[in-house]
């Protein structure tokens, strides 16, 4: 009985202090449990509730129920402004992913100057999107520095933003440009985490370095590239400041990517609840390519389990 007497004391202090941790810990992380809340959480749900509204944002939101989501399979410009989306997902993630690799296996290579290519392959992700669709607009101009060079060797000059079939491909490689250094540093990152001994010990066994790279090298970068793929989708169906920036969409709407219809929608026209219902038709897009690209790693994934 006296030892039970003395332990329940020691077990109350620790239930005490246990608590007293936790209540620091909620305390410490409030802050940032209330930005989520406040700016992800509860607009979610009250997007999903003015998708069901028609509503001006100047006037008291009109409940219409399925209204909009049904106007969405009339809507011509809807349909093509998701193919374009699509397209701009298939073309820019996996070239991104290449050339950001290629890039990375560059970059870990020990060169003299290497650490000025590093720096320089980043600067375009920490530059300002109007300041580079300005430098972009400026050099593919149709009296642009890219065409007054092409026009010197005879090719003629090349409507790269005001022509539908490469206006698109345009805003795509500027995107591409855009974003590669932080692809870059992701895979720079991994690639300096893999243990040297593996690649020696491929080596030993005759592997050249082709073959190093694509039986010990590739496998290990696996969940990294799953990692890349799946934020590079989400962030290509949120893409939107090279767009509006530097085509407004155009020309007709060649380049109206989503986001930026959205955009169009719910602050241009005013069609708030419009623009709610694509908004969530965006989000189950994603979430339903996300889930996809989750089951199928297990085929191609490497993992250590």
């Known amino acids: 009985m006296k030892k039970n007497r003395e332990r329940s004391p020691r ?31 509860l607009p979610v749900f009250f997007s999903s509730y003015m998708s069901m509204t028609d509503w001006n ?17 009339q809507d011509e410009v809807a349909r093509e402004t998701f193919f374009n989306t699509f397209y701009f997902s298939v073309l820019s993630v996996p070239v991104s992913l290449i050339l950001s690799l290629l890039f990375a296996v560059f970059l870990n290579q020990k060169i003299k100057g290497i650490a000025f290519f590093r720096t320089a392959y980043y ?39 005001t022509d539908p079939k490469i206006a698109l491909n345009s805003v795509i490689g500027i995107t591409i440009w855009k974003g590669l250094g932080v692809n870059i540093v992701i ?41 890349v793929t799946i934020t590079g989708v989400i962030n290509s169906f949120q893409s939107f400041d090279l767009v509006y920036n530097m085509t407004k969409g155009g020309p007709g709407h060649a380049t109206t990517l989503i986001g930026y219809y959205i955009w ?15 908004a969530n038709l965006v989000f189950f897009a994603i979430f339903i390519l996300t889930i996809i690209q989750w089951i199928l790693r297990k085929r191609w994934v490497y993992s250590e389990e």
């Open 11 to 41: 077990v109350s202090l620790l239930a005490k202090n246990k608590i007293r941790e936790a209540l620091w810990g909620y305390l410490f992380i409030s802050p940032n449990f209330l930005i989520v809340l406040i700016f992800t959480i």
């Open 57 to 73: 944002i100047l006037s008291k939101p009109n409940f219409i129920g399925l209204e909009n989501y049904q106007h969405i399979l």
């Open 123 to 161: 600067i375009p992700c920490i530059s300002a999107s109007v300041a580079v669709s300005l430098m972009f607009m400026w050099l593919l101009a149709n009296n642009g520095l890219i065409n007054q060079m092409l026009t010197s060797f005879g090719l003629g000059p090349v409507k790269w933003l």
């Open 187 to 227: 895979f720079l990152a991994a690639l300096q985490d893999i243990p040297p001994e593996l690649v020696e010990a491929a080596s030993i066994d005759g592997a050249n370095r082709v073959q190093q790279f694509f039986k010990v090298t590739l496998p290990l970068l696996s969940p990294v590239i799953f990692f």
């Open 264 to 278: 169009k929608q719910a602050f241009d026209y005013l069609h708030m609840g419009y623009g709610a219902a694509l």
